[in-house]
């Protein structure tokens, strides 16, 4: 299996910023809603070392999927557990979000008011904003472990929560079968398209 090295020279630097913001913005928010087990994990930070997963890593480079390390939360120090896990879940990727919409403001100043921009640093750039917004819409698919499975779980009924819960193992096996098959391309291509016309959009309104 060949490995395109300056793609993946290209792609290191975003997944490593794509990553460390998602995983540091569900550390903060949880931090700020009363849970501080991620803090005292080392976890609230923006360091790479402390969010990488070396299998994830290995996975990306193979196969283009990878993953970051999950940041501990106990929904049990939130004042309310389905509005506090809702929100720390939301947090990582809007978190991502918000990094793409800062990459493609850098980007546009750099380029259309300045001129400036060489191949290397075009490449960085675009790297991090397609795949911030890649993290931001996957993270957002309602299957357990992925951040919307979270979110879906704090707008049901208990009961439907539990058992949501209770065939996780299951939900893990068709994400995998989603992942390797490409269907899940099928899936997240719209969702992507719309973000990045709303980050579009939205920059337009700033510069």
Request: net charge positive; glycine share 8%.
């Amino acid at each position: 299996m060949g490995i395109d090295i300056m793609g993946l020279l290209y792609r290191l630097p975003a997944v490593f910023i794509g990553f460390s913001f998602h995983e540091f913005a569900h550390a903060f928010a949880a931090n700020l809603l009363g849970d501080d087990t991620a803090k005292n994990r080392g976890r609230l930070t923006l360091d790479p070392m402390a969010h990488i997963d070396p299998l994830g890593i290995i996975m990306l480079i193979f196969f283009r999927f990878g993953w970051a390390k999950p940041v501990p939360v106990n929904p049990l120090n939130f004042k309310n557990r389905k509005k506090g896990m809702i929100f720390v879940s939301l947090a990582g990727p809007a978190m991502n979000f918000l990094v793409a919409f800062i990459t493609l403001l850098v980007y546009v100043l750099l380029y259309s008011r300045f001129g400036f921009m060489n191949r290397v640093m075009y490449n960085i750039i675009i790297n991090i904003y397609y795949i911030n917004i890649g993290l931001g819409i996957f993270n957002l698919i309602p299957l357990p472990p992925l951040d919307g499975s979270k979110i879906l779980a704090g707008l049901l009924p208990t009961r439907i929560e539990y058992n949501m819960y209770r065939y996780e193992q299951y939900s893990h096996l068709l994400l995998l079968i989603l992942i390797f098959t490409d269907v899940i391309n099928y899936i997240l291509n719209p969702m992507f398209i719309a973000a990045e016309r709303v980050i579009s959009y939205l920059a337009g309104i700033f510069i």
